[in-house]
Structures are given as C-alpha cells and as structure tokens.
C-alpha cells in the first residue's frame, strides 16, 4: 500500500562541494545518490585530517559561485562551469579561480574528483516544506531555503521527521527512484551564511541548535535507482 504525502516542489544538485549549485527539472539517482552531486570538492592541500575540504566555513564567498554542469543531463562527461561573482563564467579547471580561492583561504588549495560523491555523512538530503515553516515561525523571520542546500524540498503539510525510517517513492511510473530516509541532519555554520551576499547571521544556527536539537532537515540513501522529476507525487511505502 502507497500513500501520496506530498510533491518535490524544488530538485537542487550540487556540482561542488560548498558552492551555490543548480535547479534541475529532472535527477537520475543511482546507488550513490543524485548523478553529479558533489562530486567536485577544493581540499586545504596542508590539512591531513579526515575533514580536509575548503568550505564556506573557511571562504564564505564560495556560496556567490555558482556550479552548473555545461551539459546538465550528462554529468558523468560534462565540463562544469563555474559563474562567478563578477559575472564570468569559466571551467572550474581556471587557474584564476583556484588562485582566487587560494588567496582567499590563506593557504594552497587543490581540487578533486570524486564519481560517488563527496558527501559529509549519507548523499541525499530531505526537507519539507511543513518543516521549513516551522524553523521560520521559531525564527521569527522568513529564511531562504537555499541556506541549508536540500537536495529535495518536499511540498507537504507533513514534518520531514515523520519520515525516518521509511521509504519513500517517486513519481507515478517503474521508473520513479525509491530512497530509504535515515537520520536527522546535524548542522553547522553554513547555513548562517547568505547565499545572495555570503554575510554571516549567527542567530540563525541559534534558532536550530536551540529549538531543533540542531537539526535540519533528514538524510536518505537510495533504495532503488531510478528518476526523480520536480512535481513528482511523493509516496511513503509499507
């Protein structure tokens, strides 16, 4: 037995690790997650430890670069293309943007490539927009949902938390993707950050620390590969 407990209203991948990514109408997911998600990050070359990624955390203006795969439905071949602050558009290979990043980091910086995905704990994360509302009204103060970088935004009366532990399914045909929902998704610093001007709002993370146990949002992992379309119906499986 299936039941409809909502519609994807918004479908994001993100070619690099902490910059801004892109909407898509469509995502093919396979057992790794969303194909193209993250499967780009810059490393702090002097780092050894197990977290050596440069982020936002590090370079706040890596959120006003803006990440696309020049061929969006292709993205095991693609070239990305990095839109920058200024205006330009260059491969994400541009020596002037690596020394950019540098410069702004205080230290060398590489890139790397990873086809699985370089994800901080599961590949695909899930928020709805019931919940979405509920950090808002505890806030006090509307909050663009682009500051937590959901993977989906699920249009639904329903907390995303009354999910975990189920599956969920997409779209109406056999070839609609299947995730397993798993754990709430703790977060850090980077949702303080503006995705439109990468000022930093503390508060913010506050409001989730305190009065959501410092949650948002929930992590999922696929359970069957598979299409996932924006406006899909959403269902929960038994």
């Known amino acids: 037995m299936t039941n409809i407990v909502g519609h994807v209203a918004a479908l994001n991948r993100y070619p690099v690790k902490s910059m801004a990514g892109e909407r898509l109408d469509m995502a093919e997911v396979d057992w790794q997650g969303i194909e193209g998600d993250r499967q780009y990050a810059f490393v702090r070359k002097a780092n050894g430890t197990r977290f050596p990624w440069l982020t936002a955390r590090e370079v706040p203006a890596m959120v006003l670069h803006h990440a696309r795969f020049a061929d969006p439905a292709a993205p095991k071949t693609s070239a990305v293309l990095i839109d ?135 992590y999922a992992t696929p359970a069957r590969p598979g299409l996932i379309r924006a406006g899909d119906p959403v269902r929960v499986i038994d």
């Open 84 to 218: 920058t602050p200024d205006g330009a558009a260059v491969s994400l290979h541009d020596p002037s943007l690596h020394g950019h990043l540098e410069a702004a980091a205080g230290e060398p910086v590489g890139l790397i490539q990873v086809a699985r995905g370089i994800y901080d704990s599961m590949p695909i994360s899930i928020v709805t927009t019931a919940s979405h509302a509920q950090v808002e009204t505890a806030h006090g103060s509307t909050l663009d949902p682009r500051r937590f970088r959901s993977n989906l935004v699920i249009e639904s009366a329903l907390p995303v938390s009354d999910w975990r532990g189920l599956r969920l399914a997409f779209g109406n045909g056999e070839d609609g993707a299947v995730v397993q929902m798993a754990d709430p998704i703790p977060r850090c610093a980077l949702i303080t950050i503006d995705p439109d001007t990468a000022a930093k709002e503390p508060r913010i993370l506050r409001t989730v620390a305190q009065q959501f146990g410092n949650a948002y949002g929930v």
